[in-house]
């Protein structure tokens, strides 16, 4: 590992920032992923230059660095995406670059194409002062409001006749963006604004699409000194009230419904950890915790891996785990058979999960939510919401609208 310093130039990389070597990677044609984990400063970009994108199983405590990315429909015995990490870089708040990882060495053609193309882009950016922070104008979508909530409706009668207890409905939101509008700077944004997410924007190149995100929600997380952590959260609220200004926490409260569809998701998790006879864990919560403009109700879970001989406790987990009830539903198999037949297109990437893996020995794979995919000049919003017996069609609808603008509200200027 390079560690860049100022005065002398111990790398071809130093002098470089964060959005112009994102940029270089993505005119190259690289899979590569930026990442800022919540409550820390530093951003991570990480590329893959030799292979391209790899298929693997999630043994998490096996796998060398990379970034992993899963669609939502995924069973215990598929593959994964894999970004290799030949290159990982770190940056400063103040995005420059602070320490380079790269399996390649520096006389690699690929790496010194990346360079000097990140370098032409800086030295274009200087004559180019123009905010490129904008979306454009929604693609008409005046009928998916009634298509939801008919939706939600049919799950709730569905739920009524006891087919399951509860599901998770989504849909997604269009809009046009212009060829002008740069992605790394618009994650630049979130992580600004959204201390506590997990940003990330992640190239699949093969697939053509781009996802940007600010997730609240840990999957599975398994650091290198042993602890693994996750979470259950569910029940939403607007953090604003009609001013705009921020709610303080103590003046929240919860009605039933909430409460009972983020106990389902605890008991869930409960019940994985019961599976495997695991009893060694804490649990603390519920709390109510800020999500951008929202706030959720949230447990976290924490086992000592080490003191447990357990090391693969996160691999284990994500299986047992995913698709949880916080993007599901319970009892899974029903309700996931409900929301495949129902919601009336492919959740992608939405819902599943992303993260780094093995990255200085941690693994923080996160759930695929509060995200956007960019293709085809086109930019989707995906956002769902928890229906009970007691939900309400337009309330839903009102959920998913907020959550879509956990990231339209920072990304867009007119819209
Ligand atoms: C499904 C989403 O969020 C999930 C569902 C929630 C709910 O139903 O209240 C809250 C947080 C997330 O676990 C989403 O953001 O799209």
Known sequence: MFSVQTGTKLSIFEGLQVQELWQASKKLGFPSALWRLPHQNEIKLLISIQDGIRKCQPELEKLSPGFMISTFHWDENQDVLLLEGDIILTFSEDHQVRTVDNLLGEEHTEVRK?????????????????????????????????????TVELA??????????????????????????QPAKAFCKLVKVYPHAFVSLVNLPEQNELWLGASPEVLVQQSSNGVFKTMSLAGTQNARNESGELIPKYDIRWGEKEIEEQALVSRYIVECFKKIRLREYTETGPKTVLAGNLYHLRTDFEVDTLSLRFPELASVMLKLLHP?????????????????????????????????????????????????????????FFAGAGITEDSDPGREWEETEMKCDTLLKVIAQAF
Do not use: M, W
């Open 114 to 150: 990346l360079v000097y193309v990140a370098e032409t882009l800086t030295n274009e950016k200087k004559a180019d002062s123009n905010d490129h922070s904008l979306l454009l104008p929604a693609i008409n979508d005046s009928d998916s409001r009634t298509r939801f909530e008919r």
């Open 324 to 380: 949880t009830s916080a993007v599901c539903g319970v009892p899974k198999l029903p309700s996931l058979t409900f929301l495949t037949e129902i919601e009336g297109y492919d959740r992608s990437f939405y819902s599943g999960f992303l993260g780094p893996v093995q990255v200085n020995g941690d693994t923080n794979l996160f759930v695929n939510l509060r995200t956007v995919r960019f293709k085809d000049g086109k930019a989707t």
């Open 156 to 181: 709730v009668s569905a739920i009524r006749q006891n087919e399951f207890k509860k599901v998770v409905l989504s849909r997604t939101k269009d809009l046009f963006y212009s060829e002008q509008f």
